[in-house]
């Protein structure tokens, strides 16, 4: 085999493996698309309940969506009602700062868990981050 056609081939399989690469990386970003929610041009995050607890307003496997401020506690003026009895009145809420989402304790007797960890501060969620206040645990889908 001559120099040119040994040549030819490489970089034919260059070509061969850049498609690939540039297809691959569209997929990824089509399903990062596809997972994201919508409501006609609105795009929304949800928490999605992995334990609901003492709560039976609410059960596993259901979406809150995060659209503007979102509160927690036991009083009829927070967005979400719990009924457990170790939630605040106002616990704990959720909004939207430079586009990414933040969870904030409200100055809760409990607290609130942030991935096992009581929550002192504002902090910028991350997807599959995971929130429990009393018996209620919610994993973030940003």
Do not use: Q, W
Not at 16 to 25: M, S
Not at 49 to 68: F, H, M, Q, T, Y
Not at 72 to 79: A, M
Request: net charge positive; no cysteine; hydrophobic share 40%.
């Amino acid at each position: 085999m001559d120099f040119e056609a040994l040549l030819s081939r490489i970089f034919t399989l260059i070509f061969i493996a850049i498609i690939y690469y540039i297809i691959f990386k569209a997929l990824i970003l089509m399903g990062k698309d596809m997972k994201k929610r919508t409501t006609g041009e609105e795009e929304y995050s949800v928490l999605v309940v992995v334990d609901s607890g003492e709560n039976r307003n609410l059960r596993k496997g259901a979406e809150i969506p995060l659209r503007g401020e979102v509160t927690f506690g036991r009083k009829n003026d927070n967005t979400v009602v719990l009924s457990d009895p170790y939630v605040s009145s106002h616990h704990m809420r959720f909004f939207r700062n430079e586009g990414r989402y933040v969870v904030e304790d409200m100055g809760s007797t409990n607290g609130t868990l942030l991935n096992g960890e009581k929550l002192k501060m504002k902090t910028y969620l991350k997807d599959g981050d995971v929130i429990s206040i009393g018996g209620l645990s919610l994993k973030t889908s940003l």
